[in-house]
């Protein structure tokens, strides 16, 4: 079975500080992608950030950025400037296989960014 | 842009009554799916459709069906609704250009008493 695993329930940064958030997940396959998917208290899932497997490159957007390790199948993610607009549930995720595939989520990282 | 649009926002039942979700996927996306999402829990996936057929099932309580019509809404239907269906179902939308991004909408919070 697919699974992703947050082992952070609940994290806490200073304003302009920057967090990492930490994920790892278990496949046998080798075509996958990875999500991390942002809920703040409006709970409206808001896509961060995503990578695919066959690409090496560390995806960027802006503020955030991953650290993919394949070999590890560990998929962090980096915060820079925290702003408090940040403070909202992340969660991992992650689709097996094609790419309409359904996302499989880990529990989340509650991150509360404080002034 | 446009995005995923879910009606109703927010919905109250009663035990044992049935309940109606809809969904309008972004302009030009295939490939529909809905989630549920019970209080202090991930996302849990229920249904997807592909070009208006079903291609892949998770754990859907056989009280509930979907499908998806010929211009790409979906709608979640679901009977005899009990207190544990209380949570937000989402509805997401996907294109295989997209390279796996699924992109939700607001969500129906469905309250049942």
């Known amino acids: 079975a697919q699974t992703v695993t947050q082992s952070q329930p609940e994290m806490s940064v200073q304003e302009a500080e920057t967090v990492t958030l930490s994920c790892t997940y278990d496949?046998?396959?080798?075509?996958?992608?990875l999500f991390w998917y942002k809920q703040p208290p409006s709970r409206q899932m808001i896509l961060v950030i995503r990578?695919?497997?066959?690409?090496?490159q560390n995806a960027t957007e802006n503020r955030f950025s991953v650290n993919f390790q394949k070999a590890a199948k560990s998929f962090s993610l980096k915060i820079s400037d925290s702003q408090l607009g940040d403070t909202a549930m992340y969660f991992c995720?992650?689709?097996?296989?094609?790419?309409?595939?359904?996302?499989?989520f880990g529990t989340g990282t509650l991150l509360a960014v404080q002034p | 842009a446009a995005g995923v649009i879910q009606s109703p926002r927010h919905l109250i039942k009663e035990k044992r009554e049935t309940a109606t979700l809809k969904c309008y996927p972004i302009?030009?996306?295939?490939?529909v799916y809905w989630y549920q999402q019970g209080p202090g829990q991930d996302p849990q996936f229920l249904i997807s459709?592909?070009?208006?057929?079903?291609?892949d099932k998770g754990s859907i309580p056989d009280r509930f069906s979907a499908q998806q019509f010929s211009d790409y809404h979906s709608e979640l239907n679901m009977s005899s609704l009990e207190l544990g269906d209380s949570a937000l179902y989402f509805c997401?939308?996907?294109?295989?250009?997209?390279?796996?991004?699924?992109?939700f909408g607001p969500g129906t919070r469905l309250t049942v008493l």
């Open positions: 997401a939308s996907s294109t295989r250009a997209l390279a796996g991004a699924q992109y």
């Open positions: 496949t046998s396959e080798s075509n996958y992608y």
């Open positions: 990578q695919e497997a066959y690409k090496q």
């Open positions: 995720a992650f689709i097996n296989g094609g790419a309409t595939n359904k996302l499989i």
């Open positions: 302009p030009r996306h295939d490939t």
């Open positions: 459709f592909y070009e208006k057929m079903q291609s």
